[in-house]
């Protein structure tokens, strides 16, 4: 049976005691192998291996550290059908989604590779003539990155990637649900000859390894992308021990639908969003918030829709949707479920998986709908295949309908009414201000980030990720007579 272990001053660390079993979603007889936690001592060498590490690789060029990059996005490039199906079996992505992740991670590397040859400062007029005056910019040191269990390849990459090529060795803390695939990556990219101590996996539970490194002061930066309570207790943390943090903690995220929209077109965006992956995506569109005119029009297309999707195990190559990644999530899905019923909600769609499925974590492609946006479908993030929908009497009070959670990462708008499309992008409340598009997603050379509860610090992805993992010299030179 495989032992999944962490990986700390460049090398795997042997396994002790009884392992916890990683077991697929899809079947829960598909037994991957066991993982074995860290402790608090592991998770302080790893570090103190990080902070040893950081000046040489601090100090090494830019271009070298991009050469790097670009060798470990060609052994992910090599290994993807290997890491996909890994990922796949662990948390129930369909095969076809996670090859797809996959690819971008080979793309994030490759992207961040770049930077290597990119201008990092810039020169400034200074008012003493003979001086010259310019910027460049640092790693920050030892970076902790705190990464969920949804996209097991991606989310690790886009922090890991700016991470590094800034000058940053990592420490790498996944949550549980995703270590198989963690260790998988991390032996894929130490075949990019990253020097000791850059790389650092540790394997073990937020309450116990992610309290140590989170308040652990040979840390200096920490990036995050989970739920709000953990969230702000990361931040605390960091807090305490004066580091600078980045926060990415969900979305209650809307699609409004408008008279004048292609309903054909809006129901198949809005299944996708709402479906793919299970819904576990923080930009998964969770509601759809229709004007009267068009409701039951999308009612009918989206039920005949989701009636049509076909769901089975993620290694099932027609899956489009497969289960959610736990039979926890299962249960935590089916009580939200529940909770919107007795709240008034009807169900059009779902929850009862069809037939012929083997014994996993699976929901039905699932649709409510509510009278008034209010309660537990309206406000609180599902991670789950479900959506509500609501009805608003025109575009103005549904955009106050979307506006109204505590959240604010993605949204969509579908219309062909450009003023209104205009007065959208500039009253959402969003990170992500999307039109005729999916709310799920944003390309790789985009900032990525909401607003309110959803996020907090710099941007990730594209070049905005600079701004998290550097920090800015002001250099003054002048003659020396």
Same mark, same amino acid.
């Given at each position: 049976m495989e032992k999944f272990v962490s990986y700390v001053d460049g090398a795997f660390v042997a396994a002790t005691g009884e392992g916890t079993e990683v077991r697929s979603p899809s079947d829960f007889a598909d037994l991957l192998g066991t993982w074995h936690a860290?402790?608090?001592?592991?998770?302080?060498?790893?570090?103190? %291996?990080?902070?040893? /590490?950081?000046?040489?690789?601090?100090?090494?060029?830019?271009?070298?550290?991009?050469?790097?990059?670009?060798? %470990?996005?060609? /052994?992910?490039?090599?290994? =993807?059908?290997?890491?996909?199906?890994? %990922?796949?079996?662990?948390?129930?992505?369909?095969?076809?989604?996670?090859?797809?992740?996959?690819?971008?991670?080979?793309?994030?590397?490759?992207?961040? =590779?770049?930077?290597?040859?990119?201008?990092?400062?810039?020169?400034?007029?200074?008012?003493?003539?003979?001086?010259?005056?310019?910027?460049?910019?640092?790693?920050?040191?030892?970076?902790?990155?705190?990464?969920?269990?949804?996209?097991?390849?991606?989310?690790?990459?886009?922090?890991?990637?700016?991470?590094?090529?800034?000058?940053?060795?990592?420490?790498?803390?996944?949550?549980?649900?995703?270590?198989?695939?963690?260790?998988?990556?991390?032996?894929?990219?130490?075949? /990019?000859? $990253?020097?000791?101590?850059?790389?650092?996996?540790?394997?073990?539970?937020?309450?116990?390894?992610?309290?140590?490194?989170?308040?652990?002061?040979?840390?200096?930066?920490?990036? $995050?992308?989970?739920?709000?309570?953990?969230?702000?207790?990361?931040?605390?943390?960091?807090?305490?021990?004066?580091?600078? $943090?980045?926060?990415?903690?969900?979305?209650?995220?809307? %699609?409004?639908?408008?008279?004048?929209?292609?309903?054909?077109v809006a129901a198949s965006r809005i299944t996708s969003g709402a479906l793919r992956s299970a819904g576990q995506k923080c930009t998964a569109t969770s509601r759809v918030i229709a004007v009267e005119a068009v409701v039951d029009r999308l009612r009918e297309t989206l039920q005949a829709q989701f009636a049509e999707v076909y769901q089975g195990p993620a290694l099932d190559e027609r899956s489009f949707l497969g289960p959610v990644s736990s039979p926890e999530q299962r249960e935590g899905v089916l009580a939200k479920i529940r909770q919107g019923v007795a709240e008034g909600a009807r169900v059009l769609a779902g929850p009862d998986p069809r037939f012929g499925l083997p014994q996993g974590a699976y929901v039905a492609p699932t649709l409510l709908e509510q009278a008034s946006p209010s309660g537990v479908l309206h406000s609180e993030e599902i991670f789950g295949p479900v959506v509500a929908l609501f009805t608003a009497k025109d575009w103005e009070q549904a955009i106050a309908y979307a506006n109204a959670v505590p959240y604010g990462l993605s949204a969509s708008l579908f219309t062909r009414d450009l003023d209104r499309a205009l007065y959208y992008m500039r009253h959402m409340e969003a990170g992500l201000v999307r039109v005729n598009e999916e709310s799920a997603g944003v390309e790789y050379q985009a900032p990525f980030g909401g607003v309110k509860e959803s996020s907090y610090g710099p941007r990730e992805q594209g070049r905005a990720a600079i701004e998290f993992y550097t920090e800015t010299r002001t250099i003054t030179v002048r003659p020396s007579r």
């Open positions: 860290a402790d608090a001592a592991l998770a302080s060498r790893a570090a103190g %291996a990080a902070a040893a /590490a950081f000046p040489a690789w601090n100090a090494a060029s830019m271009v070298e550290r991009g050469q790097t990059l670009y060798r %470990a996005a060609d /052994a992910v490039a090599r290994r =993807a059908e290997e890491l996909s199906r890994v %990922a796949s079996r662990e948390m129930g992505k369909p095969i076809g989604e996670m090859r797809a992740e996959v690819q971008r991670g080979v793309s994030l590397l490759r992207y961040y =590779a770049g930077e290597g040859t990119r201008a990092i400062g810039e020169v400034l007029p200074s008012a003493n003539p003979d001086a010259l005056l310019f910027t460049m910019r640092q790693g920050v040191g030892p970076t902790l990155l705190i990464t969920p269990w949804n996209f097991p390849v991606a989310i690790p990459i886009w922090k890991a990637a700016p991470a590094l090529v800034f000058g940053n060795p990592i420490v790498w803390k996944p949550a549980a649900g995703s270590l198989a695939t963690a260790v998988k990556l991390v032996e894929v990219l130490t075949e /990019a000859g $990253f020097p000791k101590g850059v790389v650092n996996l540790v394997l073990g539970r937020g309450s116990s390894v992610g309290r140590t490194l989170t308040r652990h002061p040979l840390i200096r930066a920490v990036s $995050f992308t989970g739920s709000r309570d953990v969230g702000m207790d990361v931040a605390q943390g960091a807090i305490e021990i004066g580091a600078r $943090f980045q926060l990415e903690m969900g979305g209650k995220n809307p %699609a409004i639908v408008l008279e004048d929209a292609d309903v054909e």
